[in-house]
């Protein structure tokens, strides 16, 4: 790790585009990043000597920020972006994970995926101390996606495969729900109302579609064996917890549509229990996500 933190302060005391105040926070913020986890480190030090910061114009990209990997800069929206520092995190995650534009992670097909693992891991190692979110859909579609996959999706997303991410999507049935989730960002993007209550649906249908051995199996490798739990914990039910509840639609019957799929799941895959199935409410959760949008969540 030292020698890491040396390589990078070298790499940012050769930038030429970034003045001494830009160069501290970045060099702080990396270092807090790499403390928490292992990630990819030979594309960061490289880029970091050139990289420029920018704030950007609303009619030239609707995002939030925007890496281009050729001209090795970072442009901002910053009236999009709730809190700055997890903001450039994701930015720095991109640098240091993609290796090609749209290559890889940054393949056009998986636009979804990408923005919800950057925001995913970028949460896990800064926070977000915003009321909101820079990819708010993407984050909870990716996440079910990946406790569908057992953490497949995350892995896949780290080492910039894309053919691997491709080929997980197709193995689990989830190729037509990241095609869903991909037309719902760009949708979002201008200015039309989130698809997300139709996609955490397809996915709870996708969930209890699984084969009865299936989801034996998976329950075996959740450690505290409370897989359907777990995965409904991390649906989001209430529109309150989006920066823009009004253009959240559906969301307060998603509980609802869980608890119909799971009893006739139950029905379909027993053959001598007649208990009576009771369902826990929220507050029994405790594998909540720690993220501010899933502390706040509502049933």
């Known amino acids: 790790m030292q020698t890491f933190m040396k390589q990078v302060q070298n790499s940012l005391a050769q930038n ?4 001494e105040e830009a160069k501290q926070n970045l060099l702080l913020l990396v270092k807090e990043m790499y403390r928490q986890m292992t990630l990819p480190r030979e594309l960061l030090v490289e880029r970091l000597k050139t990289v420029s910061l920018e704030e950007g114009a609303k009619f030239i990209n609707r995002e939030a920020y925007h890496y ?22 994701q930015a720095l995650l991109e640098m240091a994970i993609i290796k090609e534009s749209g290559k890889g ?8 995926i990408k923005k919800g693992a950057l ?7 800064v926070g977000n101390d915003s009321e909101f979110g820079i990819s708010e859909d993407e ?3 990716t996440n079910l996606m990946n406790i569908l996959t057992e953490n497949q999706i995350l892995v896949a997303t780290l080492k910039d495969d894309g053919e691997l991410l491709k080929k997980v999507l197709f193995e689990n049935n989830l190729t037509i729900i990241n095609d869903y989730a991909n037309y719902n960002a760009v949708h979002r993007q201008n200015g039309g109302l989130s698809q997300l209550n139709e996609i955490e649906k397809s996915l709870i249908y996708h969930f209890f579609d699984l084969p009865k051995e299936e989801m034996e199996k998976k329950q075996k490798i959740e450690k505290i064996g409370r897989y359907k739990w777990y995965f409904w914990a ?4 209430s529109p309150n917890v989006m920066k823009n509840p009004k253009n ?3 969301l307060t019957k998603i509980n609802e549509y869980f608890k119909q799929r799971f009893r006739e799941y139950d029905i379909i895959n027993s053959t001598v229990n007649t208990d009576v199935i009771t369902i826990p409410t ?5 594998e909540m996500d720690d993220s501010e949008d899933y502390r706040k969540k509502a049933v």
């Open 105 to 112: 992670l940054d393949d056009q097909s998986l636009y979804a």
């Open 234 to 237: 991390n649906i989001v039910s």
């Open 139 to 141: 984050q909870i579609i």
């Open 248 to 250: 959240y639609l559906g």
């Open 16 to 19: 030429e585009k970034l003045n």
């Open 282 to 286: 929220a507050p029994q959760f405790v």
């Open 119 to 125: 925001e995913i891991y970028a949460n896990y190692l």
């Open 68 to 89: 281009n990997i050729e001209e090795n800069s970072i442009c901002f929206q910053m009236d999009q972006i709730g809190d700055q520092k997890n903001g450039l995190c």
